[in-house]
Structures are given as structure tokens and as C-alpha cells.
């Protein structure tokens, strides 16, 4: 559980940080993501939107 935290913390970091939002490295850290998020608890799910939506403002 601990890696896939990692995981989606770490797509969510990519896709924030992005200059090019619609770049294929971003879509594709987008999709990853989608799929891994129903498999996180409440908790990460919450800091990975923060992070997106964070660092993107």
C-alpha cells in the first residue's frame, strides 16, 4: 500500500507541476492515477488532490 502511495503521490507532484498542462506525460500520469485512486484510502486521495490543485494555482 505504501508504494502505491508513493505512486500516486508522485503522479500527482507530475501533473501539478507541468508547464505544458496537456502534454502526453501529464495525460498519461492523469490516466495512472484515475486508475490507482479508488485503491488509496481517504486520506491520500485527499493530499494527492491537494497537491494537483495546489501547486497548479
Do not use: C, N, W
Amino acid at each position: 500500500m505504501e508504494k502505491l502511495r508513493q505512486r500516486a503521490l508522485e503522479l500527482a507532484d507530475l501533473i501539478s507541476f507541468a508547464e505544458i498542462p496537456y502534454s502526453r506525460a501529464v495525460k498519461e500520469a492523469t490516466e495512472e492515477l484515475r486508475k490507482h485512486i479508488p485503491e488509496l484510502d481517504s486520506e491520500t486521495q485527499q493530499e494527492v488532490m491537494e497537491r494537483i490543485r495546489g501547486y497548479s494555482d
